[in-house]
Antibody
Framework: QVQLVQSGAEVKKPGASVKVSCKAS????????LHWVRQAPGQGLEWMGI????????TYAQKLQGRLTMTRDTSASTFYMELSRLSSEDTAVYYC?????????????WGQGTTVTVSS | DIVMTQSPDSLAVSLGERATINCKSS????????????LAWYQQKPGQPPKLLIY???TRESGVPDRFSGSGSGTDFTLTISSLQAEDVAVYYC?????????FGQGTKLEI
């Protein structure tokens, strides 16, 4: 079955960077775009960006431009999300989500989430 | 950016009763060339990722019970649960995928 398995929880200090992985299985890796979405504690969902696994092109949310980098390793069927210059406002659960067959911006399968805590 | 506004923020419904959640977009998410509304609904239970329920405003995702239905067009949309079950307690989000950045409503907490 289609699965996205994310790396474990992270605790980082302000100003540091974090890199979260998302391993895909059960489908053709290069055929579906991949999103990252985050959710601050007790808050709603915030779209961060999207990556095309075939070629690696990306589109990021404007507010995260300059701090966010999305990459992929096709040989390992794994996506990565790196966020730099962390602040307490980046404390959140980070999800990867596969784009649907029907539309590249519709998300049909989600990873389990990775908690990132930014604290001094 | 398209702003998605849900109402109410929270809702308490008795088991077996109907639940209705509304979502309004700040601009139309109806694409005229194909007459499709780029609007989805997700369900999120505590400690879990969101689960896709409805897309194209009214198409149920495979495996979603038929008590869940979506309706609306343009800027006004509704998610209806026809007969509330205990397992439907969750937060529900609407989501527009019409334009970038993709945006979500603030969520509606559904309780019994």
């Amino acid at each position: 079955q289609v699965q996205l398995v994310q790396s474990g929880a992270e605790v980082k200090k302000p100003g540091a960077s974090v890199k979260v992985s998302c391993k895909a299985s059960g489908y053709i890796f290069n055929s579906y775009y991949l999103h990252w979405v985050r959710q601050a504690p007790g808050q709603g969902l915030e779209w961060m960006g999207i990556i095309n696994p075939s070629g690696g092109s990306t589109t990021y949310a404007q507010k995260l431009q300059g701090r966010l980098t999305m990459t992929r390793d096709t040989s390992a069927s794994t996506f990565y999300m790196e966020l730099s210059r962390l602040s307490s406002e980046d404390t959140a659960v980070y999800y990867c989500a596969r784009a649907s067959y029907w539309n590249n911006y519709l998300m049909d399968v989600w990873g389990q989430g990775t908690t990132v805590t930014v604290s001094s | 950016d398209i702003v998605m506004t849900q109402s109410p923020d929270s809702l308490a419904v008795s088991l077996g009763e109907r639940a209705t959640i509304n979502c309004k977009s700040s601009q139309s998410v109806l694409y005229s060339s194909n007459n499709m509304n780029y609007l989805a609904w997700y369900q999120q239970k505590p400690g879990q990722p969101p689960k896709l329920l409805i897309y194209w405003a009214s198409t149920r995702e495979s495996g979603v019970p038929d008590r869940f239905s979506g309706s609306g067009s343009g800027t006004d949309f509704t998610l209806t649960i026809s007969s509330l079950q205990a397992e439907d307690v969750a937060v529900y989000y609407c989501h527009q995928y019409y334009s970038t950045p993709s945006t979500f409503g603030q969520g509606t907490k559904l309780e019994i």
